[in-house]
C-alpha cells in the first residue's frame, strides 16, 4: 500500500541553524500539507501546497518558514533560523483531493529538536 | 474558529473491556469529522471518518456516530485489545472551502493483558 515517508526520522540542531525536513507524499497525490505538534500539544496545521503554491497557510506559518516541491517526488518544509520553540514533531500529509473531499494520509513524522 | 475537545488520557483498560473516547467540536459551516490513530513509532493513521449528520463511521471494530444535535463524535469499541494500544485523535474539517484538519488534543490508549 502507498505511503507518506519521512526523512530524517530525528532532527536535533542549534538554536538560529537552518533545517530542511523531508517527505515523499504518495505518489498521485495533487495536495500537500505540514502539520506540527509540540510535545503534549495539539496537532496543528501550518501550511497547504497545491500546483506549487501555498494555498492556505496558519499564523504558525512565519516567514522563518518556506516550503518547496523541487522535484516531482519531494515536498519539503524549511526553517531558516530555528528557535528553542520549533522544537516539534512534524508530519506531511498528502491527498489526491481537497482536504474536505478526500482524505489526507500522513507520514510517520520527523522529530526536531533545538537545542 | 474551529476546535475540537477531546478527552483527556491517558486512558487504561483491560484486555476485552467496553471503550469510550468522548469528542465534541465547534466549526462554521457543515464539518466531516475524523478519528486518527497513532501506533507507536508510526504516523498518523485514518481510522474512521464521517461526512454528515448521524453517518456512523466504523473500522477494526471502532465506530462513531455523527451527532449533529449533541456536536460529537465519540470513538467506541465493545471489547479492546492489546494491539489497540496508540495514541487516538479527533479531528474535523470544516466544509467551507478551507484546507486544513483541526484536532483535538489526542488520547493514549494502553490496553493490559
Known amino acids: 500500500e502507498p505511503e507518506v515517508t519521512q526523512t530524517p526520522s530525528h532532527q536535533v540542531t542549534q538554536m538560529g541553524q537552518e533545517v530542511i525536513l523531508r517527505c515523499v507524499p504518495i505518489?498521485?497525490?495533487?495536495?500537500f500539507y505540514w502539520y506540527r505538534q509540540i510535545l503534549g500539544q495539539k496537532v496543528e496545521f501550518l501550511v497547504s501546497?497545491?500546483?506549487?503554491?501555498?494555498?492556505?497557510k496558519s499564523e504558525i506559518f512565519d516567514d522563518q518558514f518556506s516550503v518547496e516541491r523541487p522535484d516531482g517526488s519531494n515536498f519539503t518544509l524549511k526553517i531558516r533560523s530555528t528557535k528553542l520553540e520549533d522544537s516539534a514533531m512534524y508530519f506531511c500529509?498528502?491527498?489526491?483531493?481537497?482536504?474536505?473531499?478526500?482524505?489526507?494520509?500522513f507520514g510517520p513524522g520527523t522529530r526536531l529538536l533545538v537545542l | 474558529g474551529n476546535s475540537v475537545t477531546q478527552m483527556e488520557g491517558p486512558v487504561t483498560l483491560s484486555e476485552e473491556a467496553f471503550l469510550t473516547i468522548n469528542c465534541t467540536y465547534t466549526?462554521?459551516?457543515?464539518?466531516?469529522l475524523f478519528w486518527y490513530v497513532q501506533y507507536p513509532g508510526e504516523g498518523l493513521q485514518l481510522l474512521l471518518k464521517?461526512?454528515?449528520?448521524?453517518d456512523k463511521g466504523s473500522n477494526k471494530g471502532f465506530e462513531a456516530t455523527y451527532r449533529k444535535e449533541t456536536t460529537s463524535f465519540h470513538l467506541e469499541k465493545g471489547s479492546v485489545q492489546v494491539s489497540d494500544s496508540a495514541v487516538y485523535f479527533c479531528?474535523?474539517?470544516?466544509?467551507?472551502?478551507?484546507?486544513?484538519?483541526?484536532f483535538g488534543t489526542g488520547t493514549r490508549l494502553t490496553i493490559i493483558p
Open positions: 500529509a498528502s491527498s489526491d483531493d481537497r482536504a474536505s473531499q478526500e482524505t489526507q494520509y
Open positions: 505518489s498521485n497525490h495533487l495536495y
Open positions: 501546497f497545491y500546483n506549487n503554491e501555498i494555498s492556505e
Open positions: 466549526a462554521t459551516g457543515y464539518p466531516s
Open positions: 464521517a461526512t454528515k449528520a448521524d
Open positions: 479531528a474535523l474539517i470544516s466544509n467551507f472551502g478551507n484546507e486544513k484538519l483541526t
